[in-house]
């Protein structure tokens, strides 16, 4: 932690200790630990004064890494401030800006032996990471603002902590632990949307919208602590009232909403609740809308879950491959789409509907104009699948590849995966020839 970091939070800790009579034992001992940091950052033999190896840096805050862990990515960052990106918002790797299949984040242990080691070597500890440390006052204050929620409280008291709980859980990652604690907590939390006066669909609309938009996006980030995802997931209220959420909240919400869903949907067991609960095809309408804010975080979501087989046919059945191609031929979010469609084209109602739609030229133009070798794979890996599912397709390709090249060119120049499927159509040319030739 950086010495800036760690005065602010020696400031606030020493407030906490003189302003109250009932501080605990815990931030007393939390502050000494952060005089013992500051002192050894004076120290002449502290570990600032040593050359640190490049692998050992934080991308992030470029300091020695003290918890080392992998993004979705494989790169590896300083626990604290990748969850600090990633609470942000950001659903992107910072070092690579590819867009992240799940938030999940797994120690990084190799690299933290060596770590340890060099600083043995050097006759030091690894420093240890000042963590939030929840307090008596931090559960006082989450009761009362879900006091503040209950229906007898009025809008204005409840639009009021809805706020606060909404930037409370985004700026103190420890306060997301406390739901977990109590069965009590999330039906407190959502006892604004969940009143008798909004059980339906139609009558949710008359929520508030500001209350609302706070409420979903609590929930958003309450659900980046890895012990709520399945805790959330599993509360069929939760994703029942997300879905509601995509139904009648304004566009920021139903995009926190989405990102809420992508979110939860880390977990594999997360990923069958969600598929089984409906939620695909609002998703999907999202995407289909084409608003800005939302179809990064709706695509995100429909990759998420379709890594599961069962949401596939769900997610084809809803009419992803139309609304996908149509993005697609906008140039809009290539790369994402190119990655679901990838994935649905193992589903053989979805490489029937796309040969209706016109994708084999649509695939095969993208293959020749675009620099993403992402989109150029994916755009391979789903022509391989069509070709060999669908004969009348494999002429079509054929007489592409005969005026373009465009395969040949592939199989030399692109990536490894591409290449094999690019040999792999080519080579079924082969055969459909020598066959025809014989015949």
């Not at 300083?78 to 299949?101: A, K």
């Not at 939860?264 to 939620?279: E, M, P, Q, R």
Request: glycine share 4%.
């Amino acid at each position: 932690m950086a010495k800036r970091e760690l005065k602010e939070k020696l400031r606030e800790l020493v407030k906490a200790i003189v302003d109250s009579d009932d501080y605990t034992v815990k931030a007393a001992d939390e502050a000494m630990a952060i005089l013992s940091a500051l002192k050894d950052l004076k120290s002449p033999n502290s570990l600032d004064d040593f050359s640190l190896p490049p692998e050992f840096r934080c991308p992030i805050s470029t300091q020695l890494m003290t918890d080392p862990v992998i993004l979705s990515t494989g790169q590896t960052y300083d626990r604290p401030f990748i969850e600090r990106w990633l609470n942000e918002g950001h659903r992107t790797c910072p070092q690579t800006q590819q867009v992240l299949s799940h938030s999940i984040l797994t120690p990084n242990h190799l690299v933290r032996d060596m770590i340890l080691q060099w600083c043995r070597d050097r006759g030091h500890d690894l420093p240890n990471p000042v963590n939030q440390v929840v307090t008596n006052a931090d559960r006082s204050h989450l009761n009362s603002l879900l006091h503040k929620l209950s229906l007898s409280s009025s809008l204005s008291d409840q639009k009021e902590a809805a706020k606060e709980l909404r930037l409370l859980t985004k700026r103190m990652p420890s306060i997301r632990t406390l739901f977990a604690e109590s069965t009590d907590v999330i039906p407190q939390l959502l006892s604004p949307l969940s009143s008798p006066a909004s059980a339906s669909a139609s009558a949710s609309v008359s929520v508030d919208p500001d209350l609302h938009e706070d409420l979903i996006t609590t929930v958003l980030n309450l659900s980046i602590h890895d012990d709520n995802k399945k805790l959330f997931a599993e509360d069929p209220a939760v994703i029942s009232l997300l879905i509601d959420a995509f139904k009648s909240g304004t566009i920021q919400t139903r995009t926190n909403a989405a990102a809420a869903i992508f979110t939860l949907s880390a977990l594999d067991s997360n990923k069958h609740i969600i598929g089984k609960s409906g939620a695909i095809k609002h998703l999907l309408q999202l995407l289909d809308e084409g608003h800005p804010l939302a179809m990064k975080d709706a695509a995100s979501a429909i990759f998420n879950l379709c890594l599961v087989h069962e949401n596939k046919g769900r997610t084809v059945r809803d009419g992803a491959v139309r609304v996908i191609l149509n993005k697609i031929m906008d140039h809009i979010l290539v790369d994402e789409l190119l990655a679901i469609l990838a994935l649905l084209s193992s589903h053989p109602k979805a490489i029937e509907e796309m040969g209706d739609l016109g994708a084999v030229p649509l695939l095969l133009g993208f293959i020749r104009e675009s620099t993403s070798e992402r989109s150029k794979e994916n755009c391979v890996a789903i022509l391989y699948t069509i070709c060999f599912s669908d004969r009348t397709k494999l002429k079509e390709i054929r007489e592409e590849e005969k005026t373009n090249g465009t395969l040949s060119q592939l199989a030399q120049c692109g990536t490894s995966r591409a290449k094999r499927k690019a040999n792999g159509i080519l080579e079924r040319f082969n055969r459909s020839h020598s066959l025809t030739h014989t015949a």
